[in-house]
Structures are given as C-alpha cells and as structure tokens.
T-cell receptor
Framework: GNSVTQMEGPVTLSEEAFLTINCTYT??????LFWYVQYPGEGLQLLLKATKADDKGSNKGFEATYRKETTSFHLEKGSVQVSDSAVYFC??????????????FGKGTTLSVSS | ETGVTQSPTHLIKTRGQQVTLRCSSQSGHNTVSWYQQALGQGPQFIFQYYREEENGRGNFPPRFSGLQFPNYSSELNVNALELDDSALYLC???????????FGSGTRLTVV
C-alpha cells in the first residue's frame, strides 16, 4: 500500500541551526509530495510541494527535493527561527485520474527551536 | 477571500451519542475532504465529496457519514460515538479533485 514514514521527533534546535526532517514514502505509482506545517491550535498549512521526480519545492526558506531513486522528500532549512516551532507533516497524493484518493500523511515531526 | 471555516471549535459528547460537524469551504471550491487527527498522529482520510457525491473513502466504519450541499458546504456525522473517536476533525476544500487543499482549523471532539 501507499505510506509515508517520517523521522521520529521531537527535534530540538537552537536558533540559526540547520534543519533536516527525513521523509520516505512507499507508493504504487508516481505521487505528488507535500510538506504541511501545523502550528499549535491550528489546522494544516501547505508549506511546499513537488509533483514529479527531481522537482524542488521551496517556501519561506524551507526546501525539499523529490527523489524517486531513494523515494525520499527530506525537508531542509539552512537557519531555523523560533517562529518555525511547529509540527511538520510529510504527505503524498495521487493527482489526475486517481484524484479521488486523499492525502496520506506521515505521523508528524515536532520541531522546537529555542533562542 | 474567506478560507475554510469549521464549527464548532470544541465539542464534548458522551459515548453512544451522535454528533454533526460542519464545514464551509473556501469560496469557489467544489471538493471537500474530512480527516481525523488523533493526538500525536497524522491526519487520517475519512472521505471526500465532489459536487455533492462521495467519491473517495478511507478505512472508517459506516457510522461515519457525510453530506455536501449545493453551496459546497459539508457535514460530517458520527453515530454511536466511541471513546476512540476523540480527535481533531479537519475539513479541507479544493477547487477540483486534483488541486491543492485548504484546511480549516478543525473541530476538537472529546468523547467521555
């Protein structure tokens, strides 16, 4: 079946540190890949996405590259801020003909950044 | 433009009761999906509606049902509530089945 695996949290970093959150997926086909962020008490916000192999999604200093050969979509940021503290979810979805299917999420990784 | 609005924000119900959660989709969006997010877990897909028809369902029992109205707003109904139904219920809307989702802030349901 289709699934997403994220690194276990929590991840605790100091401000301006480098961030990597690992995400790998298993899929029958070629899904689109997403990173969502959830701030305390809020719903999910799309952070970035990539729709095909070798695409790089980027937003707000975060980046992730769709790697088909390693079935990975690791999230990175060069210098984290306290305001980046949140839960990050990796997800996949099939578009097009299979669009009736849904987002499949990982379990989430909690990031805590201290000043 | 307004985003996705869910009501109520919090709800406490007793085991065995029934509950209805509501979602107003973002203006112009014709597709609505519902997700259940248990504490410390990722969201799990419940079902999706496209132009008032259910066109996708996750691994949830029939006591989870839904509706989509002509204005594309939606309801999630859960019958015979169980303690494990306690979770954050998220609604997401999109323009068409292949477009990106906009999520609401969710309804926190507690079953006691």
């Amino acid at each position: 079946g289709n699934s997403v695996t994220q690194m276990e949290g929590p991840v605790t970093l100091s401000e301006e540190a480098f961030l990597t959150i690992n995400c790998t997926y298993t899929a029958t086909g070629y899904p689109s890949l997403f990173w969502y962020v959830q701030y305390p008490g809020e719903g999910l916000q799309l952070l970035l996405k990539a729709t095909k192999a070798d695409d790089k999604g980027s937003n707000k200093g975060f980046e992730a590259t769709y790697r088909k050969e390693t079935t990975s979509f690791h999230l990175e940021k060069g210098s984290v801020q306290v305001s980046d503290s949140a839960v990050y979810f990796c997800a996949l979805r099939f578009m097009g003909e299979q669009a009736g299917t849904a987002l499949i999420f990982g379990k989430g990784t909690t990031l805590s950044v201290s000043s | 433009e307004t985003g996705v609005t869910q009501s109520p924000t919090h709800l406490i119900k007793t085991r065995g009761q029934q509950v209805t959660l509501r979602c107003s989709s973002q203006s112009g969006h014709n597709t609505v999906s519902w997700y259940q997010q248990a504490l410390g877990q990722g969201p799990q897909f419940i079902f999706q509606y496209y132009r008032e028809e259910e066109n996708g369902r996750g691994n949830f029992p029939p006591r989870f049902s839904g509706l989509q109205f002509p204005n594309y707003s939606s309801e999630l109904n859960v019958n015979a509530l169980e303690l494990d139904d306690s979770a954050l219920y998220l609604c997401a809307s999109s323009l068409g089945q292949g477009s990106g989702y906009t999520f609401g802030s969710g309804t926190r349901l507690t079953v006691v």
